[in-house]
């Protein structure tokens, strides 16, 4: 089973899953970060073995269609979670975002995006979004680093 997570997320939005899933399935969760989505579905499909389950969410979703585009016989099942297809749905928005993380607004683009994936006051709310600040941190330490 092949999980790719959102944008900013790693292995650790798949943990549960995994460790549930651990007696069934053999499981790797891949982060890509390639120049566009045609070069990241490429990536995924060179890492993933010749035929696999599919996970996405969110960005990893609509990398999960991208790789089943490319290589439909490989991906034995698809599951998609919170991914949109097609065009963003405000890609003015995204852009001036992507601008403010350029400009060094790192912390607050994480922020405001920690408070839209998840409902704090619900009874999960509040681990999901410190774990996605987590995550992101991770994401960002990792985009810092030399080439």
């Known amino acids: 089973m092949v999980f790719l997570p959102a944008m900013l997320c790693n292995d650790e939005l798949y943990r549960p899953q995994i460790e549930a899933l651990r007696d ?5 969760v891949l982060t890509m970060a390639e120049a566009t989505m ?3 579905a490429m990536a995924v499909l060179e890492q993933a073995p010749p035929h696999f ?3 996405g969410t969110s960005y990893g979703g609509s990398l999960a269609l ?3 585009s490319r290589a439909p016989s490989r991906v034995v099942e ?3 979670m919170g ?9 003015v928005a ?3 975002r992507n601008d403010r993380v350029h400009r060094g607004e790192f912390d ?3 922020e405001e995006l920690a408070t839209t994936i998840a409902c704090e006051a619900g009874p999960y709310g509040v681990g999901t979004t410190n774990g996605f600040r987590r995550m992101a941190k991770l994401a960002e330490y990792r985009l810092a680093e030399p080439a």
């Open 38 to 40: 045609a070069e990241s």
């Open 66 to 68: 991208e790789v089943v």
């Open 53 to 55: 389950l599919l996970v």
């Open 83 to 91: 991914c949109s297809p097609g065009p963003h749905n405000d890609p």
């Open 78 to 80: 698809l599951w998609l």
């Open 24 to 28: 069934l399935v053999d499981s790797i």
């Open 94 to 96: 995204a852009r001036l």
């Open 108 to 110: 607050a683009v994480v």
